[in-house]
């Protein structure tokens, strides 16, 4: 059991898809076709980003 608790996970990614489930009676929405496809970025990460100070 320490073994596992010794072990570090990497990171998690950020998530680009819509958080939908593909099942009924679910607190989140249904998964439909306009979530298939979302629509790429236009601008480069660094310009869609705002800082707060």
Known sequence: ????????LPPRRHRINPRVIKQKMSK???????HRHPPQPTKPFEESIVLCH
């Not at 989140?28 to 306009?34: I, L, S, Y």
């Open 28 to 34: 989140w929405p249904k998964k439909r076709a306009h």
């Open 1 to 8: 059991m320490k073994e596992v608790a010794e072990e570090i």
